[in-house]
T-cell receptor
């Protein structure tokens, strides 16, 4: 079955620690995205990648970093510089290398990160 | 620029209709609609493209008014399964990323 997997579903970390969220897709999609979701805020774009070894900042990239070494993988690191990291993180992918104008985005199940 | 959705929340009885609006202050290239159940991933509903026609399937349809820079999602004869938060996402040109609104929480009660 093709899809997007994110692990773990729940993650707890102490303040000041970096943490990496996993996102893998076997849909053979070129583009991948990371969103952050807070209550009442909708989905806000953190980073996106249209092709391997390239990525662009979204609206709220500060305190986050990404890599795209393989087509199927797009891990997100939440660094200690992120002031308020507790949130629901969603990864998505779309078929083409365009930034999203006409392509459906498929979402993973999400990771809920809690920083204590 | 984040699109504005209205209403923020709505409660319906089964069988009633609802309209959710999505407005942008900039010209739109496309509008995407998603539905999210609590704690789950958003699920794609439909895309409307600039110059395209109204879309729909079953009892959920949408329109795209390019002049007014807005889109509306129509839910007719609502069912309990329609409950969730509906998000519109807007794209302003072919090579810019999707920007989501804050969502409209829809609750359908028996």
């Amino acid at each position: 079955d093709g899809g997007i997997t994110q692990s773990p579903k729940y993650l707890f970390r102490k303040e000041g620690q970096n943490v990496t969220l996993s996102c893998e897709q076997n849909l053979n999609h070129d583009a991948m995205y990371w969103y952050r979701q807070d209550p009442g805020q909708g989905l806000r774009l953190i980073y996106y990648s249209q092709i391997v070894n390239d990525f662009q900042k979204g609206d709220i990239a500060e305190g986050y970093s990404v890599s795209r070494e393989k087509k199927e993988s797009f891990p997100l690191t939440v660094t200690s510089a992120q002031k308020n990291p507790t949130a629901f993180y969603l990864c998505a992918s779309s078929i083409s290398s365009g930034a999203g104008g006409i392509d459906t985005q498929y979402f993973g199940p999400g990771t809920r990160l809690t920083v204590l | 620029q984040q699109p504005v959705q209205s209403p923020q929340a709505v409660i319906l009885r089964e069988g009633e209709d609802a309209v959710i609006n999505c407005s942008s202050s900039k010209a739109l290239y496309s509008v995407h609609w998603y539905r999210q159940k609590h704690g789950e991933a958003p699920v794609f509903l439909m895309i409307l493209l600039k110059g395209g026609e109204q879309k729909g399937h079953e009892k959920i349809s949408a329109s795209f008014n390019e002049k007014k820079q807005q889109s509306s999602l129509y839910l007719t004869a609502s069912q309990l399964s329609y409950s969730g938060t509906y998000f519109c996402g807007t794209v302003h040109s072919g090579n810019t990323p999707l920007v989501f609104g804050k969502g409209t929480r829809l609750s359908v009660i028996a």
